[in-house]
């Protein structure tokens, strides 16, 4: 039975929310085996943690639970020298090499900062939607690749770039993500990456410097047409950054920055959709938009959880924990905990306090949380403004990191 926890077919069908209530329960701290999934070999096993309390300690002690041994995907790296490459980047490292990064581009993703972008990411979401059927989640999509492209300065062709680099990533364990390839009309700088894009080669790991060739390729280009900018790129270039350490930034940015609302948005309409008397009240109500979002986040977390390495000999939920083993926090799992949320299998738009992980804790708590609030407000304040029917059935990413969607048919209805 708990070996469902880890294999990717499990979540093709929905995140396992009453197995998850047992294992609180029962073993809020318990041994996951990690078998082979088609090309990926076995793995040696990890401490799965489902509990709130439990998942907050982890991701806030550093000092026993480390981002950087192991970096934080559940499968190792399949070499030393993939680790080594993916330890560089800021999302697998420990304080102070963690502080020292996040501070390079952190002025980029203030609430002040964030301000200043809101008036031109509400116009953005505005013209996302049309009257018909349409794939909510190639709709959605655009948001947080545009957003992105405006903050790292990547030029508009070139916007699918993004797209496609996240899917790979993302959707690795899922065949129709696995190597997609959507973008077309690119840049002279796009098809400096089209170039270097490495064929399908299976057992690869798809975060590995080899397979993503083509996205480090583009990240040095766009770097060298990057002077006089203000932008993510310009901080990052400025901020004495090691080649590993920049090619990582960049991989950071251009999919985790991404790949929460890929997964967020669509997650959070259907949310909306399957319980009808909140978009009611919302629209009655739409002073309760921040705290829709941060329902919607809670009960449809995008990222369901994320790996540490214990770093010594230690006890956690009453187990006893040795020095290199995995620990693998379930967000997903966290955020129905019934001990912290009353009700909390109940999707209520009005819900405060709303203690929430699905941004992480910690020193790690998501650089880009304001900005990522900001898209989802701008793009559920327009959603308000139509109709919004299923049209057909949802279908879910394969995948037992990323909450996701890989389509959701809906019809939209003008309602002006």
């Known amino acids: ?12 069908s929905g995140v396992p929310y009453e197995l998850f209530v047992r294992l609180r329960r029962d073993s809020p701290v318990c041994w996951i085996p990690e078998p082979e999934v088609g090309p990926w070999r ?20 550093p000092s026993d ?9 559940i499968r190792d790296p399949d070499t030393p ?32 900062a964030v301000r ?17 059927e349409c794939d909510f989640v190639e709709v959605a999509a655009d948001l947080p690749v545009w957003t992105l492209a405006h903050v790292m300065g990547v030029p508009e062709q070139d916007r699918r770039l993004l797209y496609d680099w996240a899917s790979r990533v993302i959707g690795y364990q899922d065949e129709e993500y696995a190597h997609r ?55 990052m270039l400025a901020g004495g950054l090691t080649e590993a350490e920049f090619e990582n930034m960049f991989f ?40 829709a979002v941060e329902e919607m986040l809670r009960f449809w977390p995008p990222v369901m959880d994320f ?18 083993d995995k620990v693998v926090v379930y967000h997903a799992s966290a955020n129905r905990d019934e001990t912290v949320f009353p009700d909390p299998d109940r999707f209520d738009i009005t819900r405060t306090p709303n203690d929430h992980v699905s941004f992480g804790f910690g020193p790690h708590v998501c650089l880009g949380a304001h900005l990522a609030r900001t898209q989802l407000r701008a793009v559920f304040a327009e959603l308000m403004k139509w109709d919004v029917r299923l049209a057909g059935e949802p279908v879910r990413l394969i995948s037992n990191f990323q909450n996701g969607l890989k389509h959701l048919p809906v019809l939209l209805k003008s309602r002006s």
């Open 65 to 73: 639970f480390s981002s950087h041994l192991g970096a934080t995907q």
């Open 1 to 12: 039975m708990l070996e469902e926890v880890f294999l990717p077919s499990t979540y093709g």
């Open 181 to 235: 390839s959507t973008a077309d009309d690119l840049s002279p700088l796009g098809r400096i990456a089209v170039a270097a894009r490495p064929g399908p080669r299976p057992g690869v790991n798809p975060r590995s410097r080899a397979a993503l060739a083509d996205m480090f390729a583009y990240a040095h280009a766009l770097a060298a047409r990057a002077g006089g900018r203000d932008d993510v790129m310009a901080a």
């Open 116 to 132: 200043a972008l809101e008036e031109t990411i509400a116009a953005r979401a505005a013209r996302l939607f049309a009257a018909g």
């Open 81 to 112: 020298a993939d680790l080594a490459f993916v330890q560089a980047m800021m999302l697998n490292t420990d304080p102070p090499e963690h502080s020292r990064l996040r501070r390079i581009v952190s002025a980029a993703f203030t609430p002040r």
């Open 42 to 61: 076995s793995g040696p096993g990890f401490w799965g943690v489902f509990g709130h309390a439990d998942v907050k300690h982890v991701l806030r002690t």
């Open 252 to 291: 950071l940015f251009a999919v985790a920055g991404n790949e929460t609302l890929r997964n967020g948005i669509p997650g959070g309409l259907l949310c909306l959709l399957e319980h009808p008397a909140a978009i009611e009240l919302l629209r009655r109500r739409p002073d309760l938009l921040p705290s």
């Open 307 to 324: 790996r540490r390495t214990v770093t010594r000999d230690l006890e956690l939920g009453g187990q006893p924990i040795r020095a290199g």
